[in-house]
């Protein structure tokens, strides 16, 4: 998962050790404490210092951190042991039945099911599983 450097959306692309330095580091996260509630996280950018990863439709975006309890709650998720089994699973902090999710090369939050194209049951679990990885940068 990184942001695009094109725009603020946040996107899944295969980033390898190989990759430009610029591409390592829009693929790297700093976990802090939730903006919204510190048992959970917040995830902010390594190479923007001071933006987060936020949902703004169900869509994720990096944007700079603002004031607001808006923003803080759409910054913040609550890691759960992974869905599929493995890994970490985040729900949004205010929509707790909506998990972050890779789906069409895009993230989203999503809940099991829905209306939007990216609920899809189909490999759900799989696609809001996450693994903690060694920094790019």
Excluded at 72 to 88: L, Q
Excluded at 127 to 136: F, G, K, S
Aim: negative net charge; contains cysteine; hydrophobic residues 35%.
């Amino acid at each position: 998962m990184r942001h695009d450097t094109s725009d603020d959306k946040v996107v899944i692309a295969p980033v390898t050790a190989g990759s430009a330095s610029a591409d390592k580091a829009a693929a790297t996260w700093i976990v802090r404490p939730g903006l919204a509630d510190g048992s959970c996280v917040s995830f902010e950018s390594a190479d923007a210092a001071g933006s987060y990863l936020r949902h703004y439709a169900f869509q994720l975006h990096l944007q700079p951190k603002d004031a607001t309890a808006q923003f803080a709650a759409d910054a913040t998720f609550c890691p759960k042991p992974g869905n599929s089994g493995t890994g970490y699973s985040f729900p949004s902090y205010n929509y707790p039945a909506k998990y972050l999710r890779h789906y069409a090369s895009t993230a989203y939050i999503a809940s099991n099911g829905g209306t939007n194209a990216w609920d899809t049951t189909s490999l759900w679990r799989e696609d809001t599983t996450w693994l903690a990885a060694a920094p790019w940068n």
